[in-house]
């Protein structure tokens, strides 16, 4: 008996497959092109523009024609917070259709689209709407003593940063996109965007919402293409002001040295290799649950997923052994398949890196509890996989971002042992912790490096909560108040009376 139930796909015909510039859809001036794959099932679904160096400087010049334009400088907030509530109405509206194409050409489960990619999103860009009314600065005393007889007073202002070159990852595609887009337009900025190669198709619909929702043309422009070229090209592009980058730490580092060549202002969200802390009272069920979501949700290419997991001594056995349970229980289907739980690797290339990471934990003397393969056939599906035994081996799965269903387990002692085992990493994004003891708990928390913890939860993120990393995981803070920092310039006044 077939076990599946398919949701419909999207029609191919309907896909967008050429760049938005300028507010209009265009090849790549060379003609060339790159495929788009559904990793369900490896088949090719689209061609996109492969963009060059021109094309990107087409775009750039779009965003800041507009971003110079009288009518962008002349907006009034309130102005930019309508279009942007209205573009998060259309996202709401469009939603079915924006969740299918990114279940189709991501691969995630529909439900996780629906409910991330769309839902997630159009409450992102309400309350950065928000935001677009209430930038200010402040007045300062100052205590400049002269000429004699003369006094002085201050103030601050923030002054929208300019063109901003937003280069994001293929793990949530058009929240991804939106995290970066709608900040910098509520901050008066203009957009050019260069989606992962993997994952254009979701940013393209949105560059057309963009427009319906009465932003001007330019005030957002994507560039599909690879990395190394159209990525590189915006990064070194001087029209561009700021580059607000996601992706892995390897990338992010190049990114940084080069705007710092070119003093362009720079934010970096990049990868890591979160722990996940079960104190010595959590229930093991609990537990158990919590680990799971932590590292399998959206197959593990998440950049907190709980990668690392450590465990009291007193319960660790007993919270392996039902991790690896429920990770050999786990269904892997087709995002479409609504008994799927867990969807593909974005591409076949990610697979085979997570494969051979796989391998590398059992070369290097990692014990294999679950998972450990590939799942054999056309999609790029890897079964999700717990290793334990880990403690004291020099294991590259315990050091390097794998960004796929792996889980490296290890017990602990006691709060000390653990606040080192969790630190004992280049990275510092998230952690969490899970315990009802709050003494223990409050402990804790100020010894963990990491830019989020969570207690008893994992992988929860909020608009209004800053978001970024210590250590190798970044530079800067998105969402809430912070980002403001990263999308405005501050301007000092000082006025003599
Ligand atoms: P990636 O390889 O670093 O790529 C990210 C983006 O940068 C892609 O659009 C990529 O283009 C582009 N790029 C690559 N090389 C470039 C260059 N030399 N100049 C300019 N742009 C360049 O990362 P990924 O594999 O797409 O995503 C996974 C990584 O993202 C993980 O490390 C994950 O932890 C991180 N991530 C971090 C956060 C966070 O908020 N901290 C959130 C999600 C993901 P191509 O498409 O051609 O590769
Ligand atoms: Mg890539």
Redesign the pocket.
Known sequence: MNQSVQNPQPELSAIRQKMFIDGRFVDARSGKTLPVFNPATGAEIARVPDAQAEDVDAAVRSARATFESAAWQGMLPVERERLLLKLADLIEQHGEELARLETLNNGKLLMFSRMLEVGANAQWTRYMAGWATKIEGSTLDVSIPFPPGVRYTAMTRREPVGVVGA??????PLL?AM?KIAPALACGCTVVL??????PLTALRLAELVMEAGFPAGAVNVVT????????A??RHPGVNKIA????????K??GR?CMDDMKRVS?????KSPVIVLDDCDPAVAVAGAAGAIFFNHG?????GSRLLVHKSRYDQVLAGLASAAEATKLGDGFDETAQMGPM?SAT?RDRVVRYIESGKAEGAELLAGGQAQPGSGYFVRPTVFSNTTGKDLTISRE?I?GPVVVAMPFDDLDDVARKANDSRYG?GASIWTNNLTQAYRLIPKVQAGTVWLNCHNMVDPNLP???YKD??VGR?HGRAMIDVYTETKSVCVAY
């Open positions: 280069i994001v990852p293929w793990n949530f991804m995290w260069k989606p992962a190669e993997e994952t293409g690879y990395g190394e070229s159209a990525g590189a915006l990064v980058f996601t992706g892995s730490t390897e990338v992010g190049i990114i080069s970096l969200e990049l990868g890591g290419q998440v950049c907190t997923a974005v990610h971002e960004f994004l978001f970024g990393g995981s970044g998105e």
